[in-house]
Each structure stands twice: as structure tokens, then as C-alpha cells.
């Protein structure tokens, strides 16, 4: 970190530009847990290393028992996985975290990502829920008021999206068009690979 | 009541001397910039600054260039004849802002004329009205990094604060130049009901860059800024509705918070031939609206005798860089509130009157100001405008400013009364308990202080006499009152600002990428009265309506205070506290739509708290 920062402040623009990239890859390890999920395809995961480092995603929270507002966002995400074409699975990635991990198991979860079409690149995620709450605090989708943060059908309908290799992130309503949220996501996809 | 833990976490905040090492419990003991959201808003705290051993930074005046000529279609409905011409540019710059600590980077408006260098704070735009009317163009050319790192994005559109301009000169958040073959949903700056005038155009951006609507590195724009009274289209005009002091910043779409929070806002001065810079002057004025009087005579001098604050709200990794939380939905803030850039400065100043032209330039962070001495007493001062530009009257010897996020305010502090013979030391002090994003304690009408809070800014009143020919009237600038009449024949509309889902919405539309739909349609030179509801429980919302000043009629049904009352004062925002509803009255008049409306937390705004609406 200490070599990062000393970088930071001379050296050619080539020199800073690389400092801050790895010292923007060294905060966000520091700040993302290496929480362990499980996939609806029954693959345990860790949160920061293998779904977030090194690329861009957008994590949204549901549950498959949702009536309320899941069923049009995740129709919207299938909008956008589908506008993103081929990034999506390269370096693009959806991740869609269960609210309700007792009831989704990766079996449901399984059965939910068939029914809303994820494709390769679109991941639905379980597992222990204080695990889960964690992740949610990290990436901002809670309430500042109890009351309604622990109201599962009041859940927020953010859809949450950054690059993590260049540190650039933001969230956007699920409820907007799905044209919105691509041109949204676009903004911090880094140019398309190879 | 406050928490223990908030009682604590106040007063490691409030002293200022008080030393506060970097938390981040629990995780790696670094600073964390690529930080989402708080979780545990105690896990950040900046690192400690010496208090008041800077002095307070003025932000230069931006030097006038050569003419140059403007794009196709800018300024179409503007007298460039005899017009001032600006180039800022738009870059990245590292600062030293905490003493012992690496520079900060920060995104800065530069007067390319100015090789210095140091201001945090973009250069300050003098405009001018009235007898004294001429143009602003300003070429703003967008140098940030484009393999910019970190929050923000290095898209940019300048919204000119307070201004009553042109749509296309108004930093519409997605003032897009799409060339020939435009993205679906492109906002097209037609304006309706003038045949003949070109469609905007402008080169494509660089490949790969379509998603950049807004200007990119290295492109740049032309700002026409035309200074004209309301009404200039179709007489009279509204020559009472002149701007005193508004600002200017970056308005990208969905990225508005971090770009602004990186540095990129500015401020606008504004003078005319009543408030006209010379507190010297007594010649009576012989034409125009104001023939017969003097001019007003208040503080001049920039820099001098008037004097800008300007407020952010900033919160440091122990490297001195800048934290932000792009997962933070309720506002940002920031645990240090920055002056001109400077944290906790001072100025020396003389026993005599100044202007102090206040802007709260913060994300979500309002403020209530004292001006105090070192036991805590406080003193009056006269307030004399805010954003709608000078009061009606002079509102005399208040000792509390409550101000909110994108408001000016100005004070004159008439330091004479501190002893002659010693010098005196003061403070503009922030008393206002604020916790997080959503508000500060308390209610519009009933805010929460503390007897001791923040010091933002250390005065130095030195001893012995000097002249002051400056003077502060009881009248500043009268205008009537909406008529009853004029109220009777408006038309109505209601817009509810609420929380759906965890993001924020109007009437229960959340703003799409593309603006293709209106919220509003008013028509031209007809009065509008807008009923602007809080039903959102604790959250407060400062709604920032673009294009023409507003006049609050009532709040919760009640006469509002003077500092907002319609006969008193003219606003270009009102503050919606919880359960709040407010009647404002508009008459759109001169330049068709496109523009917005918004919260101006900035935050808020960024998840789609904004509307637009088209006069027609």
C-alpha cells in the first residue's frame, strides 16, 4: 500500500494510473467480505474473490416467493442480460441474492433462475443468512430505519453495478426501463475484451 | 434525543482541536475510498487537520479571453453583442488540503488564465444585469482523466445555479450531442414555437464513448449564460428577479453526487445597477426600473469587504484522499465541512461591515450557523439574500443561519462592534445536529442545536479604526406579491416526493434514462402553482426547480417565515421537511423546456428524485 501511495504521487502518468489500479483492487478486497454463497447450481462460492474481483457486475436482492416488485426486476435483468450479449458471462455478471435463504435453497433458486432465464453469466445465490445480511449492508441495499429494512416486502429495489477493477460503482432502480439500466451498466463496463 | 453513541460521536466532531484517529473496525486498518456503503456509519472518520492555521483560500475571479466564435445553435436566443468570454477547463488536480498528509485529488474547475493552481473551489464567474447586462459565454473543455479510477465518472454538463437561461445552457443531465444518427431516446433541444431555429448538433463523441452523452474528454462546450431579465420575451419584465449570488456545477446524470463531491462547483456573483459593487457609490440612478434610487451600498469589493464562502462536505482516508459511498442512497456525508476548500480556516478582518456571499455546496449535509465567540455566546448578524437573490428587506440582527444543500445565503457581519483596543477571535460555527443522509434533527420549523458544534471558520477582528463607507438599507430589493388574482388563475399541480423501494420518486415516477416523458408542460407567461408534498416519514427533501425563481405562498397551510415568504423572498429551491407540503408559484416565461426539477440531495437525485418539464 505504502509503495501504491508513494507511486501515487510521482512517477509518469502510466506509473500512477497502474498504482491506483492496484490499490483500487487492494481496497475493494479490504472492504468485500470473502463471504461464502452457494449458487443455484450448487457451487459454493466466495463472495469478493470469485463473483466480484476484477469485474463488472450488478447484484440485486429477491427472493422466488416475491409478489411484490422481484418478478419486474428480474424480468428487467433478463432485459438487460440479453442487451449485454456476450459480455454478460465474460466480463459482465448478474447476481441475484436471496432475501429468504430458508426457503431458497439451491434447488428452488435452481428452478427460479430457469423461470426467469438466467443464462451462463446471471448467478442466483443462497446461503447462511447472516452471511447474506452482510453482503447486503456492504453494497447499500438496506434501510436506515429498522422497521422497514427488516419488512421483506418492502425490500429495496436497487440494482447495484460497478466495475470493480476501476473502482467505479453506483446503483439504479430496478423499476426504470431496461434500456435505462444497460446504458447505465455501459457506463462503467470497461472497454469490450480482446 | 440523542443516542449516547451519537452524543459521543458529535462531540468528536464538534471541537475541531479534538484529534480523531482512523476507525475502521474490525477490517484492515486502511483507508477504504471504494467503499459502497457505511453499514456502520462510525467506521469512518478523517484524519486529524490542524485548526485554523490556513487561511481562508478566495477562489480567484475568472479572467476575461478573447472573444471566440460559439457553436452552432448556442446562444440562440441571446445578445452576444459586447459579451464577457470565459474558457474554463474541467481536470484533475492534487491539493494540499491536510497539513503533514499527502494531496488530495481533487476535479476542479481552472480559469485557464490561472496558472496558480491552489483553489479548491472553481473559479468565481462575476455576471452582471440590468443597466450593467452583458452575455457570459463560458467554453468549459473536459480534461479529467479518462481512465479515471475510483467514484465519479468523467462525463460532465454544467448546470448553471440560479440562472434564468437557455435549456440548452442549463446543464440538462443529459445534454447530449449525438451527432447525425442518435440513440434512441435522445433529447432533442427543439425549441417549440421558434420556427427557423437550427436543431442542436454537434460532432459525434469519440468511438466507443456513445454511452458518454454529455461532453467528453477532450470535448468541450460553449455556455451561453444571457443575464436577461424575466420576461424579456414578451414585456414587462421581472427586473426585481435578478440572481445575487448562484453557482454552478456539474449536473451528469446518476453520477451528479460524486462528480460534485470530487470538486466540480463554482461560484456566480452578481451585480446590477442597484447592488452594483461599489459600496462608495451614492450617484442616483437615472434609468431603468430603479431610476431615483441610490445604489444599496453593501460591502464591496471581492475578496475584501465581500467575501465568498463556499460549503463541502468531506470525508478523508488517512492518505488524505477522498472517501465517498456510492452505495449510500440516503446522502452523503461528509464528517468535515470544508471553507473554500480549506478545512477550519481563517481570515483576518477589519472593524468594519462585510458581505459574506455563503453557498452550501454539500451533498446532503445542511447546516445551522452561529457566529460565536470562544465561550460560546453568540452575535447577530443582518441577512440580507438568498438564493432568489436580495430580500425585499433587510431581515435584521438574526443570530442563526439554517441553510440547506445548493442554497446561498448572504450575510453582512458588521465587526465594529468587537473592542478597538484588542484584537477579537470569532467563529462561524454549525450548531445544526445532523446524523445522516436523511435530514438533520428536528423539524423545518423546530431544528435541533447544540449549545456547542462544529467550528467551520475562525475570524480574527484586528484592533484600531478603519473607514467604512459601506451601508446595509432596510429596503433591498422590493417586488410585489402574488395577487390573488394571479393565484386564482393558476394552474395546479401536485407532486409527491416518496420512497419506492429504495429509490426516489415524484408522483411515483422514478426519472428514466432518457426524459422522453414530461411531468409538466406549463405554458408560457401563465402562473403555476405547484403543491409540493413530504409524505416520504423522516427524510427531508430540498426540491430545486430549474429556470425561473419560485415564491412560496404557504407552508403546512400556514404563512411561510419571511426568510421564504412571497413579498419577502424569491427562491430557486424550498425545503421540504418531514411531512412537509408547500405551495410555490411559478411563471415560467422566455425559454422553452427541456428542464428539470429535482431534490437536491444530491444523492436523492442521483435515484431518480427529478422530473422534467417543457414550457411551451
Known amino acids: 500500500v505504502v509503495a501504491a501511495l508513494l507511486a501515487a504521487c510521482g512517477g509518469s502518468p502510466e506509473e500512477r494510473v497502474q498504482a491506483r489500479l492496484a490499490s483500487a483492487a487492494e481496497r475493494m478486497e479490504g472492504y468485500f467480505p470473502n463471504t461464502l454463497l452457494v449458487t443455484d447450481e450448487a457451487q459454493t462460492v466466495r463472495f469478493y474473490d470469485d463473483l466480484v474481483k476484477g469485474k463488472t457486475v450488478l447484484i440485486n436482492f429477491m427472493y422466488a416467493g416475491c409478489q411484490g416488485i422481484c418478478p419486474r426486476t428480474m ?79 418492502q425490500h429495496g429495489g436497487l440494482i447495484v453495478y460497478g466495475n470493480e477493477a476501476t473502482g467505479r460503482w453506483s446503483a439504479i432502480p430496478g423499476l426504470l426501463q431496461p434500456a435505462s439500466i444497460v446504458r447505465a451498466v455501459r457506463l462503467v463496463m470497461s472497454p469490450a475484451p480482446g | 434525543m440523542l443516542t449516547r453513541r451519537q452524543m459521543l460521536k458529535w462531540g468528536a466532531i464538534s471541537g475541531g482541536a479534538l484529534l480523531v484517529p482512523v476507525l475502521y473496525k474490525g477490517r484492515k486498518p486502511m483507508y477504504v475510498p471504494s467503499a459502497l456503503a457505511d453499514g456502520d456509519a462510525g467506521d469512518f472518520a478523517s ?132 451527432g447525425p444518427n442518435p440513440l434512441p431516446g435522445r433529447v432533442v433541444f427543439v425549441p417549440r414555437g421558434f420556427p427557423g431555429l437550427p436543431e442542436i448538433d454537434d460532432e459525434p463523441p469519440p468511438a466507443g464513448c456513445r454511452e458518454c452523452d454529455a461532453f467528453l474528454s477532450p470535448d468541450r462546450f460553449d455556455y451561453v449564460w444571457g443575464n436577461q431579465d424575466p420576461g424579456w420575451r414578451d414585456p414587462p419584465r421581472d427586473f426585481f428577479d435578478r440572481p445575487s449570488t448562484n453557482w454552478y456545477h456539474d449536473h451528469f446524470f446518476d453520477f451528479t453526487g460524486p462528480n460534485v463531491y470530487r470538486g466540480l462547483a463554482g461560484l456566480i456573483v452578481c451585480f446590477d445597477e442597484l447592488d452594483n459593487g461599489s459600496e462608495a457609490a451614492r450617484t442616483v440612478i437615472t434609468t431603468g426600473p430603479y431610476a431615483g434610487r441610490e445604489p ?130 470569532l467563529y462561524l460555527e454549525d450548531r445544526l445536529v445532523q446524523e445522516d443522509g436523511r435530514g438533520p434533527e428536528g423539524t423545518n420549523d423546530a431544528p435541533v442545536f447544540v449549545s456547542r458544534g462544529r467550528r467551520l471558520l475562525k475570524f480574527i477582528v484586528e484592533r484600531g479604526d478603519v473607514a467604512d463607507p459601506s451601508r446595509v438599507l432596510d429596503v433591498l430589493r422590493p417586488f410585489p406579491a402574488i395577487t390573488a388574482e394571479e393565484k386564482r388563475q393558476a394552474t395546479r399541480r401536485t407532486f409527491e416526493f416518496n420512497r419506492t423501494n429504495g429509490a426516489w420518486a415524484i408522483n411515483n415516477r422514478l426519472a428514466e434514462l432518457d426524459f422522453a416523458s414530461t411531468a409538466a408542460q406549463p405554458r408560457r407567461n401563465r402562473g403555476e402553482i405547484w403543491h409540493l408534498v413530504n409524505k416520504s416519514g423522516g427524510w427531508w427533501h430540498p426540491i430545486h426547480v430549474h429556470l425561473e425563481f419560485m415564491r412560496v405562498l404557504t407552508r403546512n397551510g400556514a404563512e411561510p417565515p419571511e426568510e421564504e415568504r412571497d413579498g419577502s423572498a424569491r427562491d430557486d429551491t424550498v425545503v421540504l421537511g418531514p411531512n412537509d407540503e408547500v405551495e410555490v408559484f411559478f411563471k415560467f416565461r422566455d425559454y422553452p423546456g427541456p428542464f428539470v426539477f429535482h431534490c437536491h440531495n444530491i444523492e436523492h437525485e442521483d435515484m431518480r428524485m427529478m422530473a422534467r418539464f417543457d414550457v411551451g
Not at chain 2, 483553489?119 to 482523466?145: D, E, H, Q, W, Y
Not at chain 2, 437561461?165 to 442549463?170: G, N, V
Not at chain 2, 454539500?362 to 443582518?382: K, Q, S
Open chain 1, 75 to 153: 424480468g428487467t435483468l433478463a432485459k438487460v442480460q440479453e442487451a449485454l450479449g456476450d459480455r454478460v458471462g465474460r466480463d459482465v455478471f448478474i447476481y441475484s441474492l436471496t432475501l429468504d435463504p430458508e426457503h431458497d435453497t439451491p434447488e428452488v433458486l435452481r428452478r427460479h433462475a430457469q423461470a426467469v432465464g438466467a443464462g451462463p453469466g446471471w448467478r442466483l445465490l443462497t446461503g447462511r443468512r447472516e452471511d447474506l445480511e452482510v453482503v447486503r449492508r456492504k453494497v447499500g441495499l438496506y434501510d436506515p430505519d429498522p422497521a422497514v429494512d427488516a419488512d421483506m416486502s
Open chain 2, 47 to 178: 484524519p486529524s487537520s490542524p485548526a485554523f492555521v490556513t487561511p481562508l483560500p478566495i477562489p480567484p475571479l475568472a479572467q476575461e479571453v478573447s472573444p471566440f466564435s460559439v457553436g452552432a445553435g448556442v446562444g440562440r436566443f441571446d445578445d452576444l453583442t459586447n459579451a464577457r468570454y470565459y474558457k474554463l477547463v474541467e481536470e484533475e488536480v492534487q491539493l494540499q488540503i491536510i497539513p503533514g498528509l499527502p494531496k488530495t485529488a481533487v476535479w476542479r474547475y481552472r480559469d485557464v488564465n490561472d496558472t496558480m493552481g491552489a483553489s479548491g473551489i472553481g473559479p468565481t464567474i462575476k455576471a452582471t444585469f440590468g443597466n450593467l447586462r452583458r452575455t457570459n459565454v463560458v467554453r468549459v473543455t473536459n480534461k479529467l482523466p479518462a481512465s479515471h479510477m475510483g467514484f465519479g465518472v468523467p462525463c460532465t454538463t454544467v448546470h448553471h445555479h440560479g440562472g434564468h437561461i437557455d435549456a440548452f445552457a442549463d446543464g440538462f443531465p443529459e445534454n447530449r450531442f449525438d
Open chain 2, 296 to 425: 444599496l451600498g453593501l460591502p464591496s469589493g471581492y475578496g475584501r469587504f465581500d467575501i465568498p464562502l463556499a460549503f463541502t462536505d468531506k470525508l478523508f482516508g488517512r492518505d488524505a484522499q477522498l472517501i465517498y459511498l456510492p452505495g449510500n442512497h440516503d446522502g452523503f456525508l461528509g464528517d468535515r465541512t470544508l471553507v473554500n476548500g480549506a478545512i477550519q480556516p481563517y481570515l483576518r478582518v477589519k472593524r468594519r461591515k462585510y458581505r459574506f456571499r455563503m453557498l452550501t455546496a454539500t451533498n446532503a449535509r445542511f447546516l445551522g450557523l452561529f457566529l460565536t465567540d470562544e465561550g460560546g455566546r453568540t452575535y447577530p448578524f443582518d441577512i440580507i439574500a438568498h438564493a432568489g437573490g436580495l430580500f425585499a428587506r433587510t431581515l435584521r440582527n438574526r443570530d442563526r443561519l439554517v441553510t440547506h444543500m445548493s442554497e446561498r445565503d448572504e450575510i453582512v457581519i458588521d465587526f465594529s462592534r468587537f473592542p478597538r483596543d484588542r484584537d477579537t477571535v
